[in-house]
């Protein structure tokens, strides 16, 4: 090594003083750009270490960038697995409701339960109001000429507004839910708690009627009854957004309405609710000593052109000029007497 330094000791003097001539220079000397003069020095020295940031930068952003990513998955690897668990707890509960609806349409059509629902509305719109504070009371456009009568439901397409009170030849005057001489029939939605919804002096809409060993959430919706045969059951009124308890035996209840009632335009008026009889279905309609019948051994078979009497959806021939056979004896007592013996 020293042989080296020895024999090119004068070529490295010749370049460390070229180096420290250049590197004088480029401290002296001043490159001029858009903005200001820069010197040399940093000029190369920025052009020497750029390119180092460049990899070091791209290093670490890549780095941060994999890791991020490599959680992210995770995450959603983890809620992929959760949303498919609440998928197919929704669809176990889908199938459940779906079986508890046909059920309750089963015992609805065997108790020749009623279904209500609007099949007929006109559009009024909000002319005026009565002035008074104490009553609640605003016109709409439509009158006796328009077939509006007293006592027609006033709906919006957020909930129930209130009846109709007054009618006159081309206008009528609507009594609003928050008036205190009104009063609609309602239930709340989860507990499924009777009640009375009718306004105060203060324009304030109360729940009324509602035991104080109740349990209302606040939050909880507020539908209509259908029994004031008025308005359609299960038209929202509103949510409960007070619960104390009252100075009598009662809870005392406030409600906020569905509809905005003092920014009222354009409302329904429902001119028509029509009930439709709940049909079974194919699988309900036969009777269940038929069903047992078939499944308990030692009863007698039915005969296959027995006419029961009374079934709902079948009804003897009348008809002049043909010839009806007579009935054959029913079977039921028989039957009943069979199921009754094999039960026993």
Not at 80 to 96: F, G
Not at 138 to 167: C, N
Request: without cysteine.
């Amino acid at each position: 090594m020293e042989s080296v330094l020895v024999r090119y000791r004068n070529l490295i003097v010749l370049v460390g003083v070229l180096f420290a001539q250049i590197l004088g220079l480029a401290v002296q000397v001043k490159r001029t750009s858009d903005n200001e003069p820069t010197r040399l020095i940093r000029v190369w020295a920025v052009g020497a270490v750029t390119p180092f940031e460049k990899v070091l930068l791209w290093t670490q952003t890549s780095t941060v960038k994999v890791w991020r990513d490599y959680f992210y998955l995770r995450g959603l690897r983890t809620e992929n697995r959760d949303l498919k668990q609440q998928i197919e707890r929704l669809s176990l509960e889908r199938v459940r409701m779906t079986q508890d609806a046909d059920q309750a349409r089963r015992l609805q059509a065997l108790l020749a339960f009623k279904e209500q629902f609007i099949s007929q509305t006109m559009a009024a719109q909000i002319i005026g109001t009565s002035g008074s504070d104490s009553s609640r009371a605003p016109y709409i456009d439509k009158g006796e000429k328009d077939g509006i009568k007293p006592d027609m439901a006033v709906i919006t397409a957020d909930g129930i507004v209130g009846k109709v009170w007054h009618v006159y030849s081309t206008s009528s005057q609507v009594l609003l839910i928050n008036d205190q001489s009104s009063g609609v029939g309602a239930i709340l939605e989860k507990s499924r708690t009777h009640g009375i919804v009718s306004g105060t002096a203060a324009g304030e809409v109360v729940l009324e009627r509602v035991m104080g060993d109740e349990t209302v959430p606040v939050g909880e919706q507020v539908l209509t009854t259908g029994g004031d045969h008025i308005y359609p059951k299960g038209l929202l009124v509103g949510k409960v957004t007070k619960v104390a308890q009252g100075s009598e035996l009662f809870l005392n209840i406030r409600v906020r309405p569905a509809a905005d009632l003092s920014k009222l335009e354009e409302v329904l008026v429902v001119t028509k609710i029509a009930e439709s009889q709940i049909e079974p279905d194919q699988t309900g309609a036969a009777r269940a000593v038929d069903i047992l019948a078939e499944r308990l051994p030692g009863v007698p078979a039915k005969p296959d052109n027995a006419v029961q009497t009374g079934a709902p959806g079948t009804a003897a021939s009348n008809t002049p000029g043909t010839n009806t056979k007579p009935a054959p004896k029913s079977t039921a007592p028989k039957e009943q007497s069979a199921i009754e013996d094999s039960l026993h």
